[in-house]
T-cell receptor
Framework: KAGVTQTPRYLIKTRGQQVTLSCSPI?????VSWYQQTPGQGLQFLFE???????NKGNFPGRFSGRQFSNSRSEMNVSTLELGDSALYLC?????????????FGEGSRLTVL | DAKTTQPPSMDCAEGRAANLPCNHS???????VYWYRQIHSQGPQYIIH???NNETNEMASLIITEDRKSSTLILPHATLRDTAVYYC?????????????FGAGTRLAVHP
């Protein structure tokens, strides 16, 4: 079956702009979580959605937001972009949304802010 | 959330077993130990997970100490394609949250 699909794979924005990233989970998966990866901070949890509800949130400013649709696809949005937002943004999906379910990661969206 | 400690880097000869240690001394009783690896610029790949008992799958074995304060991931016959960053993660058990706290990981280099 198809894996987790993230679009776009690469994008370049300038400071002050906003960006929307998309994640299509594996068919049947209801949980989608987002992570930011930077060379300095490593992989950091952003938030998780399950059945269209945000269940958990990491320590990121309000400029980072997300949502999940009824078909489990998820989007995350970053407003007023800063240079430090340049990162690989990873999405992961899980079928049952519990701590025992394997998380499947996508290949990520690489954002460069100039 | 429990934190993990891993050596920053390790080397292994191709064909030999790679043993990657992880300390998680503050782990709670309902928290699972997960291992993922990340090959350059790709998304992390699930390897194995466990709670108390040792686990084995087609990729690796996971040995968890009886007090659960540490664990070891074993790749029985390392290949060059196993070169990657390996993350040991303690996963929050209560509430069903899929929040993974990644540490810095161990950079494993498999050489011929």
């Amino acid at each position: 079956k198809a894996g987790v699909t993230q679009t776009p794979r690469y994008l370049i924005k300038t400071r002050g702009q906003q960006v929307t990233l998309s994640c299509s989970p594996i068919s049947g998966h209801r949980s989608v979580s987002w992570y930011q990866q930077t060379p300095g901070q490593g992989l950091q949890f952003l938030f998780e959605y399950f059945s269209e509800t945000q269940r958990n949130k990491g320590n990121f400013p309000g400029r980072f937001s997300g949502r999940q649709f009824s078909n489990s696809r998820s989007e995350m949005n970053v407003s007023t972009l800063e240079l430090g937002d340049s990162a690989l943004y990873l999405c992961a999906s899980s079928w049952n949304g519990t701590s025992t379910g394997e998380l499947f990661f996508g290949e990520g969206s690489r954002l460069t802010v100039l | 959330d429990a934190k993990t400690t891993q050596p920053p880097s390790m080397d292994c000869a191709e064909g030999r077993a790679a043993n990657l240690p992880c300390n998680h001394s503050t782990i709670s009783g309902n928290e699972y130990v997960y291992w993922y690896r990340q090959i350059h610029s790709q998304g992390p790949q699930y390897i194995i997970h466990g709670l108390k008992n040792n686990e084995t799958n087609e990729m690796a074995s996971l040995i968890i100490t009886e007090d659960r304060k540490s664990s070891t991931l074993i790749l029985p016959h390392a290949t060059l394609r196993d070169t990657a960053v390996y993350y040991c993660i303690v996963r929050v058990g209560s509430g069903g949250y899929n929040k993974l706290i990644f540490g810095a990981g161990t950079r494993l280099a498999v050489h011929p």
